[in-house]
């Protein structure tokens, strides 16, 4: 259903969402990760994109790159308790990377 939404309306912000939540939701990060990233270039005040782009970013190792998405989505929605419970355990785990992985450098872009 929704991807035939998004067929008919393929600029609609709300729709790339959506299908985000969902192929999160069921697993399919790369198809997740694709949506919440379109989502963001339809509109990059986006914060639930941004905090889903974090979420598909931090499963996939991507940590230091998922904070800087995650910290965006704070600064756009602080009382989001998704988001402040998300901030955390993802702050350990990226410091226990080391640091930037190889090819990333802690930005917030996709």
């Not at 379109?38 to 994109?49: F, Q, V």
């Not at 800087?68 to 785990?93: F, T």
């Amino acid at each position: 259903m929704l991807e035939r939404a998004q067929d008919l309306q393929p600029d609609k912000g709300s729709v790339c969402e959506a299908l985000g939540r969902a192929y999160y939701a069921t697993g399919r990060l790369p198809a997740a990760r694709a949506q919440f990233s379109r989502a963001l270039e339809l509109d990059p005040s986006n914060d639930y994109a941004h905090f889903g782009l974090a979420l598909c970013l931090a499963r996939t190792g991507e940590r230091r790159r998922a904070l800087g998405h995650l910290r965006l989505a704070l600064v756009m929605r602080p009382g989001a308790r998704a988001y402040q419970r998300a901030l955390g355990p993802l702050e350990r785990a990226a410091s226990a990377d080391g640091g930037s992985a190889a090819g990333d450098h802690g930005t917030a872009s996709e």
